[in-house]
């Protein structure tokens, strides 16, 4: 099994910057690609970022395209969010995913989440 913890949310005022930081731990070979998603109250989840855990391959959901940018490393098993610029509607619980396989859309870890909260 692997076991992943975010950390780095808060309350921050809307253009400023926060990063988030997801360590995983236990199995974590068997990790091919991560990535974090957010879920604002009464939204379904949303994917934000992902990257491969062996490349530099990343992808981004385009309302954060430009803002945000998704990192690794792998020496400390932890991927990070930076967040830049951040908006009013980035608001949300942020969750960190991993994936078994680097292709595809099923996610096979998930993290507990950390609260963004972005004011106006």
């Known amino acids: 099994q692997v076991q992943l913890v975010e950390a780095g949310g808060g309350l921050v005022q809307a253009g400023g910057s926060l990063r988030l930081s997801c360590a995983a731990s236990g199995r974590t070979f068997s990790i091919s690609r991560m990535g974090w998603f957010r879920q604002a109250p009464g939204m379904e989840r949303e994917f934000v970022a992902r990257i491969n855990w062996n490349s530099d391959n990343t992808y981004y959901a385009d309302s954060v395209k430009g803002r945000f940018t998704i990192s690794r490393d792998n020496a400390k098993n932890t991927v990070y969010l930076q967040m830049n610029s951040l908006k009013p509607e980035d608001t949300a619980a942020y969750y960190c995913?991993?994936?078994?396989?680097?292709?595809?859309?099923?996610?096979?870890?998930w993290g507990q989440g950390t609260q963004v909260t972005v004011s106006s």
């Open positions: 995913a991993g994936a078994g396989s680097p292709f595809g859309t099923r996610w096979d870890y």
